[in-house]
């Protein structure tokens, strides 16, 4: 993670700008608009390549150096990107071996972005050059607030360039043919490999791939692009700049990287998130964002993208109201961002994207569309204090941790699973997504990680698990942690090799049960258990060494077996979940294994009432966001101040004499508050 917090002296504001794909004029009109909406931060460059390098080691940096004089004489700072997520149509020519090649063998063009081959010398090159020139131009510009190194990376490569990279990864990390042989089980279909040069990143063949060869391949991509990424930090580094150094990663539907490694070697961790729901589920999925990502980072971090207007899905973009613009942009800030950015400043006229929402729409910075984001400039102006890190960098307390990691995504991609269709994804944000309508804070942890302070650590589809992890796990239930794994955890381990004995062979002793059969469930098909909850599409055979039943399949393939058990141990206990539970039954499970902990939620009632509580701890008081996603008008009493509306509230002991409750702080729906308290102190909600 991160050495240094990031802290900004204000909450950023503003977004991507392209002012190379507007006349002067409008540049001056932009300028005049980010005032006006307050915005105080900008990202430039990130797709400029062929207008920064028109041809080769020809730069023209003139039109930048006058964007850049204007945004500085306006008081707005700048992420300055290196482009090298769209390498110019000219390096595609002069290099077409830096392509690259999806795994058919077709080679792709240029004409749209993101087309590189990651290994390719030329392009590696022709990354570490641009990026010098450009750190050497304004590595120490005051308006510089940080680099943007790239762009969302994740173009795989399986073409000549990546073969070779991968070989001398797998040598690194197997040192000899045999350790690959066996870690890779190349005794099945005759695969055994007599030298290195025989292996090749995975390729349209006839059946199934290598699962161990697929996982280590994902594995060599996001190591290949982190070394690419390190080479062009070193080169901001190496020409003397020492702004913070970033690059955004993506979520949710598409995970190339190993986020915590990555973490370590940035200055901050930033992230560019599309919602993907228009319901309210969208709430639930800007606190896992924010979560995982306050985790990869070990504290404060940057939304570097976000859509002003639109909700992405499969058919068509839903448009977001105002309100709910604001209040997820507060969300993330409750949960550590230091900034509101957008994906983009203006919306464009042309180009692949021109139908993508923007702070200033099409219909232009006059439109009354325009006034949520004037005002969503002056909130973030007035909460900007909570920028500030407390001493110890616990940003938002949480007791309950969630563990992630990207190998178990990756191993659950490949195809012929003991089930297809569930994912990694959506089995941890299911989770998450039950302690946050409990309003209950998590925190995303890494395997093997100091657990020490969560109460109650949640293990969901982590179906690699490696011996030490699994000891890691033990040690943190003996000393008295509870601990509940799912289903699909500890099936294999590093190398995807399946434990014998039953399942979960490395977790076996620690949970005190034995599963013998996967009993994926029918389509539709649902199973009672015996505590009332719901099944679906997956069931298990097991039986109990030492746990206790907490509760049994009520019908379906195993009625009468344990589904759900629980094993106490040390100080501690292990509760495994067998089944695929509905998420009103997961929410119930998920809540009764947190009040067994002794978890709280922030604050008691609020989520019953619509509004979202979070704690976000600052460096002199705690500030408690309030963000109402219901309907009816709430009441919030308390000792403290709301930042947004300068309301003082009325203290408790007002509302335990029972007078006025037309007092305090009224929250109607969509509303936001933001309350500075003492440290540790709360409020009190109540319907209106
Ligand atoms: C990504 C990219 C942006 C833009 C948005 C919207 O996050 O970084 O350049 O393309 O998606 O699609």
């Known amino acids: 993670m991160p050495s240094v917090p990031y802290v900004p002296s204000q909450l950023l504001f503003g977004g991507d700008y392209n002012p190379e794909q507007w006349p002067r004029e409008t540049w001056r009109e932009d300028i005049e608009l980010m005032r006006r909406a307050r915005v105080n931060t900008v990202t430039l460059g990130v797709f400029s390549w062929s207008r920064l390098e028109p041809s080769e080691g020809v730069y023209e940096l003139d039109w930048l150096d006058e964007a850049i004089e204007l945004l500085t004489r306006a008081g707005i700072g700048f992420f300055l990107s290196t482009p090298t997520a769209s390498p110019p149509p000219w390096f595609t020519l002069a290099h077409p071996d830096a392509m690259p090649v999806r795994p058919d063998g077709t080679v792709l063009s240029h004409g749209s972005r993101d087309t590189y081959a990651i290994s390719a010398p030329a392009y590696r090159e022709a990354s570490r050059r641009i990026a010098r020139v450009l750190a050497e131009h304004y590595g120490d510009h005051p308006g510089l607030r940080g680099w943007h190194v790239h762009n969302e990376y994740g173009t795989l490569d399986h073409g000549p360039h990546a073969a070779v990279a991968f070989r001398r990864w797998l040598r690194e990390r197997y040192g000899t043919l045999e350790a690959l042989n066996e870690a890779w089980t190349t005794g099945f279909w005759s695969q055994r490999y007599g030298s290195f040069e025989q292996i090749l990143p995975p390729r349209t063949t006839q059946y199934l791939d290598n699962p161990a060869q697929a996982v280590d391949f994902r594995r060599f991509c996001s190591d290949e692009m982190l070394a690419a990424m390190c080479e062009q930090r070193d080169q901001i580094r190496g020409a003397g700049s020492s702004a913070p150094i970033t690059t955004n990663f993506m979520l949710p539907t598409w995970n190339h990287l190993e986020q915590w490694s990555w973490a370590e070697e940035l200055d ?47 058919d068509r973009t839903h448009a977001k109201t105002p309100g709910r613009m604001i209040r997820n942009a507060l969300g993330y800030i409750a949960r550590g961002s230091q900034s509101a950015l957008f994906f983009q400043w203006r ?24 006034e949520p984001v004037v005002e969503l400039g002056c909130i973030l102006e007035a909460i900007s204090e909570v920028t500030s890190p407390p001493a110890d960098g616990v940003l938002n307390p949480a007791e309950v941790g969630i563990l992630w990691h990207a190998d178990s995504w990756w191993t659950l991609e490949t195809p012929s699973m003991p089930h297809d269709s569930l994912t990694y994804r959506e089995e941890v944000r299911s989770a998450h997504r039950s302690f946050w309508r409990a309003g209950i804070a998590t925190d995303v942890v890494r395997p093997g990680a100091d657990a020490g302070r969560y109460r109650l650590l949640v293990v969901p589809a982590l179906i690699v698990v490696s011996d030490e992890v699994a000891a890691w796990l033990r040690e943190y239930v003996e000393a008295g942690g509870h601990l509940v794994v799912t289903y699909l955890s500890g099936l294999t381990d590093e190398h995807q090799r399946v434990g014998l004995g039953g399942y979960p062979a490395v977790l076996r002793d620690l949970l005190g049960v034995t599963v013998t059969q996967h009993l994926p469930l029918e389509d539709g098909q649902q199973v009672a258990l015996s505590d009332g909850a719901v099944a679906t599409q997956w069931a298990e055979r097991m039986r109990t060494r030492g746990a206790e039943v907490l509760a049994a399949y009520a019908d379906g393939p195993v009625t009468g077996s344990p589904a759900i058990t629980q094993n106490r141990l040390g100080a501690g206990r292990a509760v495994y979940l067998s089944a695929h539970l509905d998420q009103d039954s997961r929410d119930a499970f998920l809540l009764a294994r947190a009040q067994a902990a002794g978890v709280s939620p922030v604050v ?34 308390g000792t403290g101040v709301d930042l947004v509306t300068g309301t003082q509230l009325p203290g408790r002991t007002d509302l335990a004499g029972g007078t006025d409750r037309r007092g305090g702080l009224h929250l109607a729906a969509d509303d936001v508050a933001v309350v500075r308290v003492p440290r540790g102190g709360g409020v009190e909600l109540t319907a209106r």
């Not at 998130?273 to 070990?298: F, I, K, M, N, Q």
């Not at 619509?610 to 002199?620: D, K, L, M, Q, T």
């Open 268 to 314: 901050v961790v930033s992230i560019d998130h599309y919602l993907d729901t228009p319901g309210p589920d969208g709430e639930a999925h800007v606190a896992y964002c924010s979560d995982l990502t306050r985790s990869w980072a070990g504290g404060p971090w940057v939304l570097m993208e976000q859509n002003a207007r639109g909700i992405i899905m499969a």
């Open 347 to 370: 919306a464009s006229a042309g180009g692949a994207e021109q139908w993508h929402g923007a702070l200033v729409p099409h219909a232009g910075g006059e439109d009354e569309q325009f």
């Open 604 to 637: 008691p009632g609020a989520a019953a009432l619509g509004v979202e509580a979070v704690r976000r701890r600052g460096a002199e008081a705690d500030h408690l966001f309030l963000l109402h996603h219901g309907r009816e008008d709430v009441t919030v009493h």
